[in-house]
């Protein structure tokens, strides 16, 4: 829960949900869609991020971006990607969740239960390649 982490880390979250809103924006422009919704486990990422846990919002600030980059450069290939891609997240939610299990991976790995956008972070690996979150998508579709 938010309000058990440290001061700095819950402030490192609310910084950062200006540019979530932004970054939203965005998506929903080359998806030519509305209503998406975000949504982080930023206590989970501030544990595995270990001594670099008050950076907490900007770790989900540049895991979002360039989660979103790959799917406007996904969109932006032709107009059968981004139908693909909005007929396959028809929850319009992106989430953000840490894991234990398996092999340390990264970036982040993307399934679509229930057609949301769920983007599994590896706890041993959680700010590792966050550029390319996202740029399997298209192999899932």
Partial sequence: ???????????SLKDA?????????????????????FEADGA??????????NLVGRVINQTL?????????LCKKD?????AFVEKITAKKI????????????PGETSFPEGVLLVTIHKEK?????NQTGNKIESQL
Wanted: net charge negative.
């Fill in 126 to 130: 959680p700010w590792v390649n966050v």
């Fill in 79 to 83: 107009e059968m990607y981004k139908e």
């Fill in 1 to 11: 829960m938010a309000s058990q982490l440290p001061l700095t880390a819950r402030k």
């Fill in 95 to 106: 989430k953000f969740v840490v894991t234990s299990e398996g092999t340390a991976y990264c």
């Fill in 17 to 37: 949900e200006p540019l979530h809103a932004a970054v939203i924006k965005k998506l929903e422009d080359a998806t030519g869609t509305t209503g998406w919704t």
């Fill in 65 to 73: 971006t360039g989660l979103v980059d790959n799917i406007i450069k």
């Fill in 44 to 53: 989970a990422i501030h544990e595995a991020l270990k001594n670099d846990g």
